[in-house]
Protein backbone atom coordinates (compact mmCIF):
# COMPACT_ATOMS: atom_id res chain seq x y z
CA UNK A 1 0.00 0.00 0.00
CA UNK A 2 2.74 2.64 1.16
CA UNK A 3 4.65 1.58 -1.89
CA UNK A 4 2.18 1.81 -4.06
CA UNK A 5 1.29 5.63 -2.31
CA UNK A 6 5.34 6.22 -3.33
CA UNK A 7 5.36 5.31 -6.80
CA UNK A 8 2.35 7.44 -7.47
CA UNK A 9 3.82 10.57 -5.46
CA UNK A 10 7.34 10.22 -7.58
CA UNK A 11 5.18 9.75 -10.83
CA UNK A 12 3.52 12.68 -9.98
CA UNK A 13 6.44 14.84 -9.22
CA UNK A 14 7.73 13.60 -12.52
CA UNK A 15 4.86 14.37 -14.59
CA UNK A 16 4.37 17.71 -12.49
CA UNK A 17 8.47 18.97 -13.42
CA UNK A 18 7.49 17.74 -16.90
CA UNK A 19 4.51 19.67 -17.30
CA UNK A 20 5.90 22.64 -15.93
CA UNK A 21 8.94 22.89 -18.08
CA UNK A 22 7.43 22.68 -21.05
CA UNK A 23 4.42 24.97 -19.71
CA UNK A 24 7.51 27.52 -19.90
CA UNK A 25 8.29 26.87 -23.59
CA UNK A 26 5.31 28.98 -24.79
CA UNK A 27 5.46 32.08 -26.69
CA UNK A 28 3.83 33.84 -29.36
CA UNK A 29 5.04 36.61 -32.31
CA UNK A 30 3.16 39.13 -34.18
CA UNK A 31 3.58 41.49 -37.29
CA UNK A 32 1.17 44.05 -38.14
CA UNK A 33 3.41 44.92 -41.66
CA UNK A 34 6.76 46.20 -42.27
CA UNK A 35 7.46 49.15 -44.32
CA UNK A 36 8.39 52.97 -44.41
CA UNK A 37 6.88 53.80 -40.84
CA UNK A 38 8.37 56.84 -39.73
CA UNK A 39 7.48 58.70 -36.03
CA UNK A 40 7.69 62.01 -37.61
CA UNK A 41 4.85 61.06 -39.88
CA UNK A 42 2.56 59.27 -37.12
CA UNK A 43 0.03 61.07 -34.50
CA UNK A 44 -0.13 60.44 -31.08
CA UNK A 45 -3.29 58.96 -31.55
CA UNK A 46 -2.32 56.90 -34.55
CA UNK A 47 0.73 55.25 -32.71
CA UNK A 48 -1.67 54.21 -29.34
CA UNK A 49 -4.23 52.72 -32.03
CA UNK A 50 -1.77 50.42 -33.63
CA UNK A 51 0.00 49.64 -30.18
CA UNK A 52 -3.23 48.80 -28.54
CA UNK A 53 -4.33 46.75 -31.35
CA UNK A 54 -0.81 44.50 -31.29
CA UNK A 55 -1.22 44.19 -27.38
CA UNK A 56 -5.04 43.59 -27.96
CA UNK A 57 -3.79 40.25 -30.78
CA UNK A 58 -0.81 39.21 -28.88
CA UNK A 59 -2.25 38.89 -25.44
CA UNK A 60 -5.16 36.79 -26.76
CA UNK A 61 -3.13 34.40 -28.44
CA UNK A 62 -0.88 34.28 -25.38
CA UNK A 63 -3.79 33.17 -23.60
CA UNK A 64 -4.68 30.29 -25.62
CA UNK A 65 -1.44 29.06 -24.89
CA UNK A 66 -1.17 29.45 -21.35
CA UNK A 67 -4.57 27.60 -20.90
CA UNK A 68 -3.29 24.69 -22.91
CA UNK A 69 -4.82 25.71 -25.54
CA UNK A 70 -3.29 24.49 -29.13
CA UNK A 71 -0.39 27.16 -31.45
CA UNK A 72 -3.51 26.73 -34.62
CA UNK A 73 -6.58 27.86 -32.26
CA UNK A 74 -3.62 31.18 -31.10
CA UNK A 75 -2.59 32.30 -34.54
CA UNK A 76 -6.12 31.52 -35.82
CA UNK A 77 -7.81 34.06 -32.98
CA UNK A 78 -4.23 36.58 -32.73
CA UNK A 79 -4.85 37.01 -36.67
CA UNK A 80 -8.46 37.53 -36.48
CA UNK A 81 -8.34 40.31 -34.29
CA UNK A 82 -5.69 41.75 -36.83
CA UNK A 83 -7.99 40.86 -39.78
CA UNK A 84 -10.87 42.57 -38.09
CA UNK A 85 -9.17 45.65 -37.89
CA UNK A 86 -8.92 48.63 -40.24
CA UNK A 87 -5.69 49.47 -39.33
CA UNK A 88 -3.51 46.51 -40.97
CA UNK A 89 -3.64 45.23 -44.42
CA UNK A 90 -5.60 41.93 -44.30
CA UNK A 91 -9.23 41.28 -43.96
CA UNK A 92 -11.10 44.85 -42.99
CA UNK A 93 -9.01 47.27 -44.87
CA UNK A 94 -6.96 45.48 -47.05
CA UNK A 95 -5.46 47.55 -49.83
CA UNK A 96 -7.23 47.22 -53.06
CA UNK A 97 -6.93 45.89 -56.36
CA UNK A 98 -6.56 48.31 -59.67
CA UNK A 99 -10.66 47.13 -59.79
CA UNK A 100 -11.16 48.91 -56.61
CA UNK A 101 -11.85 45.71 -54.61
CA UNK A 102 -10.39 43.28 -52.10
CA UNK A 103 -8.49 40.38 -53.02
CA UNK A 104 -7.67 38.26 -49.98
CA UNK A 105 -4.61 35.79 -49.72
CA UNK A 106 -3.43 33.97 -46.49
CA UNK A 107 -1.76 30.67 -45.54
CA UNK A 108 -1.49 28.30 -42.28
CA UNK A 109 0.98 25.97 -41.77
CA UNK A 110 1.41 23.79 -38.76
CA UNK A 111 4.79 22.27 -37.28
CA UNK A 112 3.97 18.87 -36.08
CA UNK A 113 2.87 17.35 -39.12
CA UNK A 114 4.02 19.98 -42.14
CA UNK A 115 0.06 20.32 -42.87
CA UNK A 116 -0.60 23.64 -44.59
CA UNK A 117 -3.38 25.44 -46.37
CA UNK A 118 -3.77 28.46 -48.47
CA UNK A 119 -6.11 30.69 -50.17
CA UNK A 120 -5.73 33.35 -52.86
CA UNK A 121 -7.94 36.07 -54.36
CA UNK A 122 -10.48 35.71 -52.15
CA UNK A 123 -13.19 38.86 -52.44
CA UNK A 124 -16.20 37.46 -49.38
CA UNK A 125 -14.22 35.38 -47.10
CA UNK A 126 -14.68 37.47 -44.13
CA UNK A 127 -11.25 35.93 -42.08
CA UNK A 128 -8.98 34.12 -44.72
CA UNK A 129 -6.61 33.22 -42.01
CA UNK A 130 -9.71 30.38 -40.90
CA UNK A 131 -10.27 29.88 -44.45
CA UNK A 132 -6.41 28.55 -44.51
CA UNK A 133 -6.97 26.33 -42.18
CA UNK A 134 -10.02 25.11 -43.38
CA UNK A 135 -8.44 24.19 -46.77
CA UNK A 136 -5.87 22.25 -44.83
CA UNK A 137 -8.39 20.41 -42.35
CA UNK A 138 -11.08 19.53 -44.88
CA UNK A 139 -9.91 19.56 -48.38
CA UNK A 140 -6.99 17.00 -49.67
CA UNK A 141 -5.23 20.26 -51.24
CA UNK A 142 -3.25 23.21 -49.86
CA UNK A 143 -3.74 26.13 -52.30
CA UNK A 144 -7.14 27.44 -53.65
CA UNK A 145 -7.66 30.57 -55.59
CA UNK A 146 -10.20 32.88 -56.48
CA UNK A 147 -13.81 32.04 -57.28
CA UNK A 148 -13.21 28.56 -56.03
CA UNK A 149 -11.73 29.55 -53.07
CA UNK A 150 -14.64 31.51 -51.69
CA UNK A 151 -16.41 28.92 -53.36
CA UNK A 152 -15.13 26.20 -51.20
CA UNK A 153 -15.39 28.70 -47.96
CA UNK A 154 -19.57 29.02 -48.13
CA UNK A 155 -19.17 24.96 -49.16
CA UNK A 156 -17.41 25.11 -45.52
CA UNK A 157 -19.91 27.15 -43.93
CA UNK A 158 -17.59 30.16 -43.11
CA UNK A 159 -18.51 33.60 -42.92
CA UNK A 160 -18.76 35.45 -46.15
CA UNK A 161 -19.53 39.58 -46.33
CA UNK A 162 -19.78 41.53 -49.44
CA UNK A 163 -16.80 42.74 -50.89
CA UNK A 164 -17.83 46.23 -49.71
CA UNK A 165 -17.02 45.11 -45.90
CA UNK A 166 -14.02 45.04 -46.19
CA UNK A 167 -13.39 49.01 -48.14
CA UNK A 168 -12.00 51.44 -46.73
CA UNK A 169 -12.04 54.89 -47.30
CA UNK A 170 -8.04 55.27 -46.64
CA UNK A 171 -7.52 52.49 -48.76
CA UNK A 172 -9.93 53.79 -51.38
CA UNK A 173 -7.77 56.90 -51.37
CA UNK A 174 -4.21 54.93 -51.84
CA UNK A 175 -5.70 52.66 -54.53
CA UNK A 176 -7.11 56.11 -56.50
CA UNK A 177 -3.73 57.75 -56.24
CA UNK A 178 -1.55 54.80 -57.20
CA UNK A 179 -3.45 54.51 -59.81
CA UNK A 180 -3.44 58.14 -61.04
CA UNK A 181 0.54 57.56 -60.64
CA UNK A 182 -0.04 54.20 -62.59
CA UNK A 183 2.29 52.88 -59.50
CA UNK A 184 2.15 49.66 -57.29
CA UNK A 185 2.23 50.53 -53.73
CA UNK A 186 5.78 48.96 -53.27
CA UNK A 187 7.01 51.33 -55.83
CA UNK A 188 6.03 54.04 -54.15
CA UNK A 189 6.14 55.38 -50.28
CA UNK A 190 2.98 56.88 -48.74
CA UNK A 191 2.52 58.86 -45.72
CA UNK A 192 1.21 56.75 -42.63
CA UNK A 193 0.44 53.83 -45.29
CA UNK A 194 2.07 51.14 -44.44
CA UNK A 195 3.99 49.67 -47.70
CA UNK A 196 3.52 46.08 -46.84
CA UNK A 197 0.66 45.58 -44.56
CA UNK A 198 0.27 42.28 -44.18
CA UNK A 199 -0.29 40.62 -40.44
CA UNK A 200 1.41 37.47 -39.15
CA UNK A 201 1.82 35.26 -35.67
CA UNK A 202 3.65 32.60 -34.94
CA UNK A 203 3.30 30.41 -31.21
CA UNK A 204 4.91 27.40 -30.04
CA UNK A 205 1.87 25.60 -27.38
CA UNK A 206 2.67 23.26 -24.36
CA UNK A 207 2.53 20.07 -26.60
CA UNK A 208 6.32 22.36 -28.26
CA UNK A 209 3.49 22.44 -31.60
CA UNK A 210 4.77 25.42 -33.73
CA UNK A 211 1.83 27.28 -36.20
CA UNK A 212 2.41 30.04 -38.32
CA UNK A 213 0.05 31.83 -40.11
CA UNK A 214 0.20 35.16 -42.61
CA UNK A 215 -2.66 37.06 -44.11
CA UNK A 216 -3.13 39.85 -46.38
CA UNK A 217 -4.65 42.02 -49.03
CA UNK A 218 -1.48 42.06 -51.20
CA UNK A 219 -0.21 45.14 -52.72
CA UNK A 220 -2.33 48.51 -53.55
CA UNK A 221 -3.10 48.64 -57.17
CA UNK A 222 -2.60 45.05 -57.89
CA UNK A 223 -3.35 43.72 -61.55
CA UNK A 224 -3.73 40.49 -63.45
CA UNK A 225 -4.81 38.15 -60.50
CA UNK A 226 -1.19 38.97 -58.97
CA UNK A 227 -0.43 36.65 -55.73
CA UNK A 228 2.24 37.59 -53.52
CA UNK A 229 4.14 35.43 -51.40
CA UNK A 230 1.70 35.27 -48.53
CA UNK A 231 -0.24 32.04 -49.76
CA UNK A 232 2.80 30.26 -50.63
CA UNK A 233 4.20 27.98 -48.46
CA UNK A 234 8.47 28.68 -47.93
CA UNK A 235 7.79 32.35 -49.41
CA UNK A 236 5.47 34.05 -46.98
CA UNK A 237 4.98 31.08 -44.14
CA UNK A 238 6.87 27.86 -42.96
CA UNK A 239 6.67 25.81 -39.75
CA UNK A 240 8.11 23.02 -38.70
CA UNK A 241 8.79 21.35 -35.12
CA UNK A 242 12.10 20.44 -35.83
CA UNK A 243 13.00 23.70 -36.43
CA UNK A 244 11.05 26.78 -36.30
CA UNK A 245 8.06 28.88 -37.38
CA UNK A 246 7.90 31.87 -39.91
CA UNK A 247 5.42 34.37 -41.07
CA UNK A 248 7.07 37.55 -43.62
CA UNK A 249 5.91 41.10 -44.47
CA UNK A 250 7.44 42.64 -47.37
CA UNK A 251 7.65 42.81 -51.30
CA UNK A 252 6.47 39.51 -52.05
CA UNK A 253 7.79 39.39 -54.94
CA UNK A 254 11.61 38.78 -53.48
CA UNK A 255 10.20 36.78 -50.88
CA UNK A 256 9.41 34.28 -53.29
CA UNK A 257 12.59 34.45 -55.47
CA UNK A 258 14.43 34.08 -52.29
CA UNK A 259 12.07 31.54 -51.15
CA UNK A 260 12.60 33.48 -47.25
CA UNK A 261 10.01 31.74 -44.93
CA UNK A 262 12.39 28.54 -45.87
CA UNK A 263 15.68 29.99 -46.02
CA UNK A 264 15.23 30.67 -42.80
CA UNK A 265 14.74 27.10 -41.71
CA UNK A 266 16.78 25.46 -43.97
CA UNK A 267 19.77 27.23 -42.32
CA UNK A 268 18.82 26.37 -38.85
CA UNK A 269 18.52 22.23 -40.38
CA UNK A 270 21.00 22.33 -42.36
CA UNK A 271 23.61 24.75 -41.20
CA UNK A 272 22.48 24.78 -37.45
CA UNK A 273 21.80 29.14 -37.54
CA UNK A 274 20.04 30.62 -34.62
CA UNK A 275 16.63 31.89 -35.91
CA UNK A 276 18.11 35.32 -35.53
CA UNK A 277 21.18 35.36 -37.75
CA UNK A 278 19.28 33.03 -40.32
CA UNK A 279 16.36 35.63 -40.58
CA UNK A 280 18.97 38.54 -41.08
CA UNK A 281 20.69 36.14 -43.55
CA UNK A 282 17.55 35.89 -45.38
CA UNK A 283 16.56 39.55 -45.68
CA UNK A 284 19.96 39.87 -46.79
CA UNK A 285 19.39 37.98 -49.93
CA UNK A 286 15.84 39.93 -50.18
CA UNK A 287 18.02 43.33 -50.21
CA UNK A 288 20.46 41.67 -52.65
CA UNK A 289 17.59 40.89 -55.43
CA UNK A 290 16.10 44.66 -54.70
CA UNK A 291 13.51 44.05 -52.40
CA UNK A 292 12.65 45.05 -48.51
CA UNK A 293 10.50 43.86 -45.52
CA UNK A 294 10.52 41.92 -42.17
CA UNK A 295 10.14 38.66 -40.34
CA UNK A 296 8.93 37.14 -37.69
CA UNK A 297 9.54 33.40 -36.01
CA UNK A 298 9.96 31.65 -33.10
CA UNK A 299 12.56 28.14 -32.96
CA UNK A 300 11.20 25.12 -31.10
CA UNK A 301 13.03 26.35 -27.99
CA UNK A 302 11.38 29.58 -27.86
CA UNK A 303 13.69 31.74 -28.83
CA UNK A 304 11.80 34.75 -30.78
CA UNK A 305 13.05 36.52 -33.40
CA UNK A 306 11.61 39.57 -35.65
CA UNK A 307 14.07 40.89 -38.35
CA UNK A 308 13.38 44.04 -40.33
CA UNK A 309 15.45 46.25 -43.31
CA UNK A 310 12.88 48.55 -43.73
CA UNK A 311 12.56 52.10 -41.15
CA UNK A 312 9.52 50.09 -38.76
CA UNK A 313 7.66 47.24 -38.45
CA UNK A 314 4.42 47.08 -36.21
CA UNK A 315 5.13 43.89 -34.35
CA UNK A 316 4.79 42.20 -30.51
CA UNK A 317 5.80 39.15 -28.77
CA UNK A 318 5.52 37.48 -25.78
CA UNK A 319 8.59 35.26 -24.95
CA UNK A 320 9.35 32.19 -22.99
CA UNK A 321 9.71 33.84 -19.79
CA UNK A 322 6.14 36.12 -20.62
CA UNK A 323 7.70 39.42 -21.05
CA UNK A 324 5.52 41.16 -23.29
CA UNK A 325 6.88 43.50 -26.02
CA UNK A 326 4.88 46.04 -28.62
CA UNK A 327 7.62 47.80 -30.99
CA UNK A 328 6.99 49.93 -34.23
CA UNK A 329 10.12 51.90 -35.00
CA UNK A 330 13.59 50.25 -35.60
CA UNK A 331 15.21 49.91 -31.85
CA UNK B 1 56.30 45.68 -78.72
CA UNK B 2 57.84 41.58 -78.21
CA UNK B 3 56.61 41.66 -74.89
CA UNK B 4 52.98 43.26 -75.62
CA UNK B 5 52.63 40.16 -78.42
CA UNK B 6 53.19 37.52 -75.68
CA UNK B 7 50.84 38.69 -73.20
CA UNK B 8 48.44 39.05 -75.63
CA UNK B 9 49.20 35.45 -77.08
CA UNK B 10 48.98 34.73 -73.13
CA UNK B 11 45.56 36.12 -72.56
CA UNK B 12 44.34 34.71 -76.23
CA UNK B 13 45.59 31.12 -74.66
CA UNK B 14 43.92 31.83 -71.19
CA UNK B 15 40.34 33.45 -73.15
CA UNK B 16 40.61 30.25 -75.40
CA UNK B 17 40.96 27.52 -72.34
CA UNK B 18 38.31 29.22 -70.42
CA UNK B 19 36.16 28.75 -73.02
CA UNK B 20 36.56 25.45 -73.94
CA UNK B 21 36.19 24.36 -70.72
CA UNK B 22 32.76 26.29 -70.27
CA UNK B 23 31.43 24.83 -73.47
CA UNK B 24 31.94 21.34 -72.01
CA UNK B 25 29.29 22.71 -69.57
CA UNK B 26 26.00 22.89 -71.41
CA UNK B 27 23.82 20.37 -70.06
CA UNK B 28 20.23 19.24 -70.48
CA UNK B 29 17.48 17.52 -68.47
CA UNK B 30 13.90 17.13 -68.64
CA UNK B 31 10.72 14.84 -67.20
CA UNK B 32 7.49 14.54 -68.84
CA UNK B 33 5.17 13.36 -65.69
CA UNK B 34 6.10 10.25 -62.88
CA UNK B 35 3.76 8.15 -61.56
CA UNK B 36 2.24 4.66 -61.94
CA UNK B 37 3.99 3.76 -65.41
CA UNK B 38 4.17 0.31 -65.96
CA UNK B 39 5.86 -1.54 -68.83
CA UNK B 40 2.88 -4.49 -68.88
CA UNK B 41 0.48 -1.81 -69.53
CA UNK B 42 2.20 -0.02 -72.37
CA UNK B 43 2.19 -0.34 -75.57
CA UNK B 44 5.10 -0.90 -77.92
CA UNK B 45 3.53 1.93 -80.20
CA UNK B 46 2.73 4.14 -76.84
CA UNK B 47 6.31 3.25 -75.73
CA UNK B 48 7.87 4.60 -78.83
CA UNK B 49 5.86 7.91 -79.43
CA UNK B 50 7.08 8.58 -75.60
CA UNK B 51 10.67 8.07 -76.20
CA UNK B 52 10.63 9.81 -79.84
CA UNK B 53 8.93 12.94 -78.05
CA UNK B 54 11.60 12.84 -75.07
CA UNK B 55 14.35 12.55 -77.63
CA UNK B 56 13.07 15.06 -80.00
CA UNK B 57 12.53 17.37 -77.45
CA UNK B 58 15.86 17.10 -75.21
CA UNK B 59 17.42 17.46 -78.57
CA UNK B 60 15.98 20.68 -79.26
CA UNK B 61 17.15 22.21 -76.24
CA UNK B 62 20.44 20.84 -76.62
CA UNK B 63 21.30 21.90 -79.94
CA UNK B 64 20.29 25.67 -78.70
CA UNK B 65 22.82 25.58 -76.23
CA UNK B 66 25.50 24.03 -78.53
CA UNK B 67 25.04 27.03 -80.49
CA UNK B 68 25.61 29.44 -77.75
CA UNK B 69 21.70 29.80 -76.99
CA UNK B 70 20.76 30.73 -73.53
CA UNK B 71 19.18 28.05 -71.05
CA UNK B 72 16.37 30.31 -70.93
CA UNK B 73 16.07 29.52 -74.70
CA UNK B 74 16.36 26.39 -74.30
CA UNK B 75 13.74 25.60 -71.95
CA UNK B 76 11.22 27.47 -73.35
CA UNK B 77 11.49 25.76 -76.70
CA UNK B 78 12.16 22.31 -75.01
CA UNK B 79 8.91 22.54 -72.94
CA UNK B 80 7.15 23.94 -75.76
CA UNK B 81 7.49 20.56 -77.71
CA UNK B 82 6.18 18.86 -74.67
CA UNK B 83 3.24 21.43 -74.39
CA UNK B 84 2.31 20.80 -77.93
CA UNK B 85 2.33 17.62 -77.73
CA UNK B 86 -0.73 15.42 -76.42
CA UNK B 87 1.65 12.91 -74.77
CA UNK B 88 1.56 14.77 -71.67
CA UNK B 89 0.08 16.66 -69.28
CA UNK B 90 0.66 19.71 -70.42
CA UNK B 91 -0.91 22.12 -73.13
CA UNK B 92 -3.12 20.23 -75.48
CA UNK B 93 -4.13 17.01 -73.74
CA UNK B 94 -3.73 18.38 -70.52
CA UNK B 95 -5.62 17.02 -67.53
CA UNK B 96 -8.89 18.51 -67.23
CA UNK B 97 -11.07 20.33 -63.86
CA UNK B 98 -13.97 19.20 -62.60
CA UNK B 99 -15.49 21.35 -64.85
CA UNK B 100 -14.23 19.70 -67.98
CA UNK B 101 -11.85 22.13 -68.51
CA UNK B 102 -8.16 22.98 -68.89
CA UNK B 103 -6.59 25.47 -66.54
CA UNK B 104 -3.08 25.56 -67.06
CA UNK B 105 -0.11 26.42 -64.71
CA UNK B 106 3.84 26.51 -65.56
CA UNK B 107 6.67 28.66 -64.06
CA UNK B 108 9.85 29.96 -65.43
CA UNK B 109 13.01 30.85 -63.16
CA UNK B 110 16.40 32.52 -63.89
CA UNK B 111 19.84 30.90 -61.99
CA UNK B 112 21.83 34.06 -63.56
CA UNK B 113 19.42 36.91 -60.81
CA UNK B 114 17.00 34.54 -59.42
CA UNK B 115 14.43 36.22 -61.40
CA UNK B 116 10.76 34.29 -61.42
CA UNK B 117 7.76 34.27 -63.46
CA UNK B 118 4.64 32.32 -63.21
CA UNK B 119 0.90 31.22 -64.12
CA UNK B 120 -2.12 29.33 -62.35
CA UNK B 121 -5.11 28.80 -64.43
CA UNK B 122 -4.90 29.49 -67.11
CA UNK B 123 -7.62 28.89 -69.76
CA UNK B 124 -6.33 30.30 -73.41
CA UNK B 125 -2.70 30.29 -73.13
CA UNK B 126 -1.22 28.13 -76.20
CA UNK B 127 1.94 27.80 -74.20
CA UNK B 128 2.28 28.69 -70.57
CA UNK B 129 5.86 28.22 -70.02
CA UNK B 130 6.76 31.25 -72.26
CA UNK B 131 3.55 33.32 -70.69
CA UNK B 132 5.71 32.50 -67.37
CA UNK B 133 8.29 33.78 -69.38
CA UNK B 134 6.76 36.90 -70.14
CA UNK B 135 5.64 37.35 -66.39
CA UNK B 136 9.02 37.47 -65.20
CA UNK B 137 10.42 39.59 -67.44
CA UNK B 138 7.31 42.36 -69.05
CA UNK B 139 5.59 42.41 -65.63
CA UNK B 140 6.88 43.58 -61.53
CA UNK B 141 5.14 40.51 -60.59
CA UNK B 142 6.29 36.78 -60.03
CA UNK B 143 2.63 34.53 -60.08
CA UNK B 144 -0.24 36.25 -61.90
CA UNK B 145 -3.77 33.81 -61.58
CA UNK B 146 -6.82 32.74 -63.56
CA UNK B 147 -8.68 35.52 -65.44
CA UNK B 148 -5.77 38.01 -64.79
CA UNK B 149 -3.11 35.23 -66.32
CA UNK B 150 -4.56 35.17 -69.54
CA UNK B 151 -5.57 39.04 -69.90
CA UNK B 152 -1.74 39.77 -69.28
CA UNK B 153 -0.92 37.06 -72.02
CA UNK B 154 -3.20 38.81 -74.37
CA UNK B 155 -1.71 42.03 -73.63
CA UNK B 156 1.76 40.79 -74.19
CA UNK B 157 0.53 39.57 -77.81
CA UNK B 158 1.21 35.96 -76.92
CA UNK B 159 -0.52 33.12 -78.83
CA UNK B 160 -4.03 32.40 -77.38
CA UNK B 161 -6.22 29.37 -78.08
CA UNK B 162 -9.93 28.43 -77.57
CA UNK B 163 -9.44 25.97 -74.50
CA UNK B 164 -11.26 23.08 -76.38
CA UNK B 165 -7.72 23.02 -78.11
CA UNK B 166 -6.45 21.31 -74.70
CA UNK B 167 -9.21 19.23 -74.66
CA UNK B 168 -8.59 15.39 -76.04
CA UNK B 169 -10.70 11.96 -75.70
CA UNK B 170 -8.27 10.85 -73.10
CA UNK B 171 -8.49 12.93 -70.87
CA UNK B 172 -12.20 13.59 -71.36
CA UNK B 173 -12.85 10.09 -70.39
CA UNK B 174 -10.52 10.30 -67.46
CA UNK B 175 -12.01 13.08 -66.12
CA UNK B 176 -15.59 11.71 -66.38
CA UNK B 177 -14.60 8.42 -64.33
CA UNK B 178 -12.50 10.13 -61.71
CA UNK B 179 -16.33 12.37 -61.48
CA UNK B 180 -17.89 9.39 -61.57
CA UNK B 181 -15.94 7.67 -58.46
CA UNK B 182 -15.54 11.37 -57.00
CA UNK B 183 -11.81 10.89 -56.85
CA UNK B 184 -8.77 13.13 -57.09
CA UNK B 185 -6.07 11.70 -60.28
CA UNK B 186 -3.67 11.40 -57.41
CA UNK B 187 -6.19 9.41 -55.41
CA UNK B 188 -7.02 7.33 -58.59
CA UNK B 189 -4.50 4.91 -60.62
CA UNK B 190 -5.81 5.03 -63.89
CA UNK B 191 -3.74 2.37 -66.93
CA UNK B 192 -1.94 4.25 -68.94
CA UNK B 193 -2.53 7.60 -67.91
CA UNK B 194 0.49 9.00 -65.71
CA UNK B 195 -0.68 10.03 -62.72
CA UNK B 196 1.04 13.19 -62.57
CA UNK B 197 2.16 14.17 -65.91
CA UNK B 198 3.70 17.71 -65.25
CA UNK B 199 6.37 18.26 -68.13
CA UNK B 200 9.55 20.07 -66.59
CA UNK B 201 13.33 21.17 -67.69
CA UNK B 202 16.61 22.33 -66.96
CA UNK B 203 19.45 23.43 -68.64
CA UNK B 204 22.81 25.28 -68.35
CA UNK B 205 24.37 27.29 -71.47
CA UNK B 206 27.91 27.92 -72.32
CA UNK B 207 27.80 31.32 -69.89
CA UNK B 208 27.14 29.03 -67.04
CA UNK B 209 23.48 30.12 -66.34
CA UNK B 210 20.81 27.85 -65.19
CA UNK B 211 17.47 27.86 -65.72
CA UNK B 212 14.90 25.94 -64.84
CA UNK B 213 10.98 25.59 -65.82
CA UNK B 214 7.76 23.71 -65.64
CA UNK B 215 4.13 23.28 -67.04
CA UNK B 216 0.99 21.23 -66.06
CA UNK B 217 -2.93 20.97 -66.57
CA UNK B 218 -2.56 20.06 -62.50
CA UNK B 219 -4.38 16.97 -61.55
CA UNK B 220 -7.83 15.40 -62.98
CA UNK B 221 -11.24 16.46 -61.62
CA UNK B 222 -9.23 19.11 -59.75
CA UNK B 223 -11.70 21.75 -58.08
CA UNK B 224 -11.65 25.12 -56.32
CA UNK B 225 -9.14 27.12 -58.51
CA UNK B 226 -6.86 24.40 -56.83
CA UNK B 227 -3.12 25.68 -57.52
CA UNK B 228 -0.70 22.92 -56.87
CA UNK B 229 3.25 22.83 -57.19
CA UNK B 230 3.90 23.66 -60.91
CA UNK B 231 3.98 27.32 -60.36
CA UNK B 232 5.04 27.88 -56.84
CA UNK B 233 8.41 28.74 -56.93
CA UNK B 234 10.63 26.66 -54.59
CA UNK B 235 8.28 23.99 -54.73
CA UNK B 236 8.22 23.14 -58.27
CA UNK B 237 10.83 25.05 -59.65
CA UNK B 238 14.16 26.48 -58.67
CA UNK B 239 17.23 27.81 -60.69
CA UNK B 240 20.38 29.52 -58.97
CA UNK B 241 23.86 29.38 -60.68
CA UNK B 242 25.10 29.62 -56.84
CA UNK B 243 24.10 25.65 -56.97
CA UNK B 244 21.68 24.46 -59.09
CA UNK B 245 18.54 23.92 -61.21
CA UNK B 246 15.58 22.06 -60.51
CA UNK B 247 11.83 20.54 -61.65
CA UNK B 248 9.51 18.58 -60.06
CA UNK B 249 6.78 16.42 -61.07
CA UNK B 250 4.31 14.42 -58.37
CA UNK B 251 1.46 14.73 -55.65
CA UNK B 252 1.98 18.88 -56.09
CA UNK B 253 0.26 19.30 -52.42
CA UNK B 254 3.31 16.84 -50.69
CA UNK B 255 5.84 19.38 -52.88
CA UNK B 256 4.66 22.54 -51.50
CA UNK B 257 4.06 21.31 -47.76
CA UNK B 258 8.27 20.14 -48.06
CA UNK B 259 9.10 23.12 -50.55
CA UNK B 260 11.22 20.04 -52.37
CA UNK B 261 12.97 22.50 -55.37
CA UNK B 262 14.29 24.97 -53.00
CA UNK B 263 14.71 21.77 -50.13
CA UNK B 264 17.01 20.22 -52.93
CA UNK B 265 19.25 23.77 -53.77
CA UNK B 266 19.45 24.46 -49.62
CA UNK B 267 21.25 21.00 -49.12
CA UNK B 268 23.77 21.80 -51.45
CA UNK B 269 24.23 25.33 -50.53
CA UNK B 270 24.10 24.65 -46.39
CA UNK B 271 25.26 21.08 -46.48
CA UNK B 272 27.56 20.55 -48.80
CA UNK B 273 25.39 17.96 -50.72
CA UNK B 274 25.55 16.32 -54.11
CA UNK B 275 22.76 16.94 -56.34
CA UNK B 276 21.54 13.34 -56.33
CA UNK B 277 21.53 12.43 -53.08
CA UNK B 278 19.88 15.93 -52.07
CA UNK B 279 16.85 15.02 -54.68
CA UNK B 280 16.86 11.52 -52.90
CA UNK B 281 16.42 12.84 -49.06
CA UNK B 282 14.43 15.50 -50.20
CA UNK B 283 11.89 12.62 -52.23
CA UNK B 284 11.83 10.60 -48.63
CA UNK B 285 10.55 13.61 -46.77
CA UNK B 286 7.93 13.67 -49.92
CA UNK B 287 7.06 9.77 -49.28
CA UNK B 288 6.71 10.90 -44.74
CA UNK B 289 4.12 13.26 -45.59
CA UNK B 290 2.48 10.30 -47.73
CA UNK B 291 3.26 11.63 -51.08
CA UNK B 292 4.92 10.29 -54.15
CA UNK B 293 6.84 11.61 -57.58
CA UNK B 294 9.84 12.95 -59.11
CA UNK B 295 12.40 15.10 -59.78
CA UNK B 296 14.84 15.94 -61.93
CA UNK B 297 17.90 18.56 -62.29
CA UNK B 298 21.47 19.36 -62.59
CA UNK B 299 24.60 21.25 -60.69
CA UNK B 300 26.44 24.24 -61.46
CA UNK B 301 29.17 21.78 -62.74
CA UNK B 302 26.85 20.80 -64.99
CA UNK B 303 26.10 16.87 -63.07
CA UNK B 304 22.95 15.70 -63.86
CA UNK B 305 19.82 14.19 -61.24
CA UNK B 306 16.50 12.33 -62.12
CA UNK B 307 15.48 10.25 -59.11
CA UNK B 308 11.89 9.22 -58.48
CA UNK B 309 9.83 7.19 -56.14
CA UNK B 310 7.26 6.14 -58.34
CA UNK B 311 6.92 3.36 -60.85
CA UNK B 312 8.24 5.24 -63.70
CA UNK B 313 8.94 8.75 -64.50
CA UNK B 314 10.07 10.17 -68.36
CA UNK B 315 12.89 11.46 -68.41
CA UNK B 316 15.70 12.32 -70.63
CA UNK B 317 19.29 14.17 -70.65
CA UNK B 318 22.00 14.98 -72.53
CA UNK B 319 25.10 15.13 -70.22
CA UNK B 320 28.24 17.38 -70.30
CA UNK B 321 29.62 14.62 -72.65
CA UNK B 322 27.32 15.04 -75.23
CA UNK B 323 25.47 11.64 -73.84
CA UNK B 324 21.92 10.90 -74.34
CA UNK B 325 19.46 9.43 -71.75
CA UNK B 326 16.15 8.43 -72.53
CA UNK B 327 14.24 6.41 -70.32
CA UNK B 328 10.62 5.76 -68.92
CA UNK B 329 10.91 2.91 -66.46
CA UNK B 330 12.82 2.56 -63.19
CA UNK B 331 16.61 1.18 -63.68
Request: hydrophobic share 35%; aromatic share 8%.
Amino acid sequence: MMKNFLISLILLLIYSCQSTKSENNIAIVIHGGAGTILKENMTTEVESAYLNKLEEAVQTGYEILKNGGSSQSAVDETIKIMEDSPLFNAGIGAALTNEETASLDASFMEGKNLNAGAIAGSKYIKNPISAAISVMEDSPHVLLSSDGADEFAIKMGLDTVPNSYFITERRLNSVRKAKKDDMFSFEYSYINDSKYGTVGCVAIDKMGNISSGTSTGGTTNKKWGRIGDVPIIGAGTYANNDCCGISTTGWGEHFIRNVVAYDIAAQIIYNDKGIKEASINSLDKVMKTGGDGGVIGLDNKGNISMEFNTAGMYRASIDKNGNLTVKIYSD
